[in-house]
């Protein structure tokens, strides 16, 4: 039997708390905590964050709990091996990403221009570790990135172009996201039911063939479900509110995913609320974890452990600017230090 789901259908016909709901539900279990209002009858998540708080549970943790506990209403508090960063854990895992949703769906809902950039700033971890910086046009015809080996600022922009090339040459394609205003039309017409939406992104050839960072996985694989949900969560800012709302559901329907009892650090070593699916792959258990924000319950990063594979990221920063090679609230770089280059390839297929 998969109580899991049980428990997931039972609640499906219950609306999501929004952001307001969840806030004010958290101001009142704190102040119970802190014994700032009279505790007329002592509740199981006030009971279970007062034990948190004794116990020097991290703050961080703290604040997942309490939005948990609103959610969900009942937490569950397991004593681990007493550690001062032991944290207790939240009742299921769909009390996590409901709220998580909740977040999301409050998000406000503008599109960019089509010669706005879609910037991120993320750090991550492979053979070796560094930050990378890129803007996404979001018409999708160019992509712009700092010459790393340059002295001074130098934008370099590949022009990707429309689609359509001429006879003999193909525009290089990329995977979703690669064009965030094509992407957000195509997430925009998913549709939200959560099973029904893990069945389109497995259906529809253009979210199917979205890549992992481990060898090509069988397309109905909750394997492949997962990693393929946590690669859309990392364009969310592309995608329509309620949509990025209906991702974040549709994990809880994924066979074996679990939220794990601790915290993990992403790749700039901060503890978030984690998120994991096990899968087998050339002989190989790998762990691929999605990590949230502990507040906000926004994607914060991923990692992925396990045989050869071992790769770890974190979101530094996501915004929409108006120039190539701009930071948020930065200077515009110079015209002289932007540097355009077409990207075509000879196909005498195309």
Known sequence: MDELTKLRDFRADTAALDAEQLDAGARRLTEQIRGTTPARRRTAA????????????????????????VTAGVLVALPGSGARDEPARTLTIADVLDSAAAHAAAAPAKEPSAHQWLFSREYGCMATCGTQEEWYRYDGNQKAFRDPMAKGVRVLVNDFGPRVAPAGLCKIV????????????????LPTEPRALLEALREDPYFAAVSTKIDKLPASSPAAAFDRVVVLLSLTETAPPRTAAALYRAISYIP???????????????????????????????????????????????????????????R??????????QRPGGPVPPPSSITVRPFTIKDPSC
């Open 174 to 189: 990329e995977d979703a996201g690669a064009r965030p205003q094509e992407t957000r039309a195509r997430l925009a017409a």
């Open 256 to 314: 074996g995913v679990h939220l794990l009892p601790r915290p993990v650090k992403d790749a700039a070593g901060r503890p978030g609320l984690a998120v994991e699916s096990t899968q087998r792959a050339a002989g190989h258990d790998i762990r691929s974890t999605l990590i949230l924000d502990p507040k906000t319950y926004a994607y914060r990063g991923l990692r992925v452990e396990g045989g050869p594979w071992k790769y770890s990221s974190a």
């Open 316 to 325: 530094l920063g996501v915004a929409v600017v108006d120039h190539p090679g």
């Open 46 to 69: 006030g009971d279970v964050l007062r034990f948190a708080v004794a116990t020097g549970v991290r703050r961080a943790c703290l604040a997942g709990l309490t939005a948990a506990a």
